[in-house]
């Protein structure tokens, strides 16, 4: 699904990523994978739904709790925001990209 995705063969990575989803269903790289094609595509809903999936497998996930939280950003929602990125400060205090994403939302 990468490979695709880095070509900006989107669609083809969906599709990719769809079986990789269906067989390593617990796998949070792929879960976080799919969910930022969606993204792309402004499938936000079940982007959304996927970080979700990857978060509940591995809550401490840095990828998946940075992309959740530029989507709930986008979406106005700046206190998931701020949370979400938040945890990744927690995890890494070092995270320069989440501490200009915390700044942004508070």
Not at 17 to 44: I, Q, S, T
Not at 57 to 65: D, I, Q, R, S
Not at 70 to 79: D, E, L, P, S
Request: aromatic share 8%; net charge positive.
């Amino acid at each position: 699904g990468s490979f695709y995705k880095n070509m900006r063969r989107l669609g083809d990575a969906r599709t990719a990523y769809a079986k990789g989803v269906e067989f390593a269903p617990k796998d949070p790289e792929v879960l976080c994978g799919a969910a930022m094609v969606h993204n792309d595509l402004r499938e936000y809903d079940t982007a959304e739904k996927l970080w979700k999936r990857a978060l509940a497998e591995n809550p401490k996930h840095v990828l998946t709790l940075m992309n959740l939280g530029y989507r709930c950003r986008m979406a106005g929602r700046n206190k998931e925001a701020a949370d979400l990125f938040s945890r990744v400060l927690a995890i890494d205090p070092n995270h320069m990209a989440a501490e200009r994403a915390l700044a942004s939302v508070q």
